[in-house]
């Protein structure tokens, strides 16, 4: 089964404090779903985002790297359908800046990851990776310290340019080996880029009804 976007069930927030709260308000992910989250604050500490939901369920940690005056975590979990607020949690922070994404057709299975930061530039390269399943879903994002115009990414699509966030994603149809992304902006800042891959749904092999056991 493809892995495939549920466009409506993008939720974007950002707020100048310690913590901030996406709402659905097209209501929550439908169960199943492969939630996959982009939290950003503006405290260089690995492991200082948190995230907690309405529903039930752990956000797990997909990538996270800490540099340049900031913290940028990759989480997802499984959704159970009841996830109608998600709620980023930094503490010390000033501000703090969620995305989430729900996908179809993904097993909910992390395959690999990478991060990467670099200070003072106006493009970041992401660390390679390689992948063994066909069809994963590739997502990535990146983070700057500072305000910029004119954010793309040379191989993924852009999902959302309304933060300090950018998020996007690649679903390639096979494999990748040393795969990259660079993500490019003007004005030179620190930034920091990471990458998941997820797995898709492996569609069960089709009954034989003529197959019959002899004993």
């Not at 900031?70 to 930094?90: M, W």
């Not at 994963?136 to 115009?149: K, P, Q, R, S």
Request: hydrophobic share 45%; with cysteine.
């Amino acid at each position: 089964m493809a892995i495939a976007r549920t466009t409506n069930r993008d939720a974007v927030n950002s707020a100048a404090a310690a913590s901030v709260v996406t709402t659905y308000g097209t209501g929550a992910p439908a169960a199943g779903s492969l939630l996959v989250a982009a939290a950003l604050c503006n405290v260089a500490t690995t492991g200082l985002n948190t995230l907690t939901d309405a529903g039930s369920g752990t956000w797990t940690s997909a990538q996270d790297r800490a540099a340049n005056t900031l913290d940028l975590t990759i989480f997802y979990k499984t959704a159970v359908g009841n996830e109608t607020t998600v709620t980023l949690t930094a503490t010390g922070a000033t501000l703090c800046q969620l995305a989430i994404f729900a996908y179809t057709g993904a097993d909910g299975t992390l395959e690999t990851a990478s991060n990467h930061s670099a200070g003072g530039v106006t493009s970041n390269v992401s660390t390679a990776i390689t992948t063994t399943t066909a069809a994963d879903l590739i997502f990535e994002v990146g983070a700057m310290n500072g305000a910029t115009t004119a954010q793309s990414w040379t191989t993924a699509t852009m999902m959302s340019t309304a933060t300090q966030l950018f998020p996007a994603q690649y679903l390639p149809a096979g494999t990748l080996t040393g795969y990259t992304d660079t993500l490019s902006w003007t004005t030179a800042r620190g930034s920091l880029v990471n990458i998941a891959a997820f797995r898709p749904t492996v569609a069960a092999p089709p009954r034989n009804s003529n197959f019959a056991e002899w004993f």
